[in-house]
């Protein structure tokens, strides 16, 4: 079974910049992306991208955050700019197997000044 890592959260000033990497332990022809929980909320889709690089966002993203995949390094990548407290949340990386999805740790995002 593939194993997820994420890396790259911490705390960012609203407005400011950060991105999320997600390390596979190996290839996969399957979408990946990225979820996000905030404390008291349930988990919510935050972005996906297929094999070939077609992508999805959810609208409260779009236009501030990019996924992007780079198959040759097994990794999946979360650029968030404007980031806003409302970003805060621990994010996970996630690999949809059809059936069920494999989950990373997650790596917490705090928006915050």
């Known amino acids: 079974q593939v194993q997820l890592m994420e890396s790259g959260g911490g705390l960012v000033q609203p407005g400011g910049s950060l991105r999320l990497s997600c390390a596979a332990s190996?290839?996969?022809?399957?979408?990946r992306g990225w979820y996000r929980q905030a404390p008291g909320k349930e988990r919510e889709l935050v972005a996906r991208i297929t094999i070939s690089g077609s992508t999805y966002y959810a609208d409260s993203v779009k236009g501030r955050f990019t996924i992007s995949r780079d198959n040759a390094k097994n990794a999946v990548y979360l650029q968030m700019n404007i980031l806003k407290p409302d970003d805060t949340a621990v994010y996970y990386c996630?690999?949809?197997?059809?059936?069920?999805?494999?989950w990373g740790q997650g790596t917490l995002v705090t928006v915050s000044s």
């Open positions: 996630y690999e949809n197997l059809g059936f069920r999805a494999v």
């Open positions: 190996k290839s996969s022809t399957n979408s």
